[in-house]
């Protein structure tokens, strides 16, 4: 059974950083496409970011994009999120996700294209 378990979330002031981590179990990491979601208080699952099985390939919601990065270690099983000059709306539970299946990139910004999904971490920005 895949299992993934998201590390790193907490409080931080506006302006900062934190680094989400997703260690992920009982599956074959290296073949994984691997993603970031995020869901804030009454509102949707929303797209953060995703890399491909290689690594060779990121992509990243518009709102995110120039300050987050996403990189996964295939050597350890894990994905991180790089989160910098944090904002209070980035406020939310952050999620990773991994699919076995190689989908289109307009997939793999849905949470439809993921199959497995960790518990979430939490992410509190203050202004």
């Known amino acids: 059974q895949v299992q993934l378990v998201e590390s790193g979330g907490g409080l931080v002031q506006a302006g900062g950083s934190l680094r989400l981590s997703c260690a992920v179990s009982?599956?074959?990491?290296?073949?994984?496409?691997m993603g970031w979601f995020r869901q804030a208080p009454g509102k949707e699952r929303e797209f953060v970011a995703t890399?491909?099985?290689?690594?060779?390939?990121?992509y990243y919601s518009d709102s995110v994009k120039g300050r987050f990065t996403i990189s996964r270690d295939n050597a350890k099983n894990t994905v991180y999120l790089q989160m910098n000059s944090l904002k209070p709306e980035d406020t939310a539970v952050y999620y990773c996700?991994?699919?076995?299946?190689?989908?289109?990139?307009?997939?793999?910004?849905?949470?439809?294209?993921?199959?497995?999904w960790g518990q979430g971490t939490q992410v509190t920005v203050s202004s």
């Open positions: 890399v491909s099985w290689s690594g060779g390939r990121t």
């Open positions: 009982g599956g074959t990491f290296s073949s994984y496409g």
């Open positions: 996700a991994a699919d076995p299946v190689r989908h289109t990139t307009l997939v793999l910004k849905t949470p439809q294209g993921y199959r497995y």
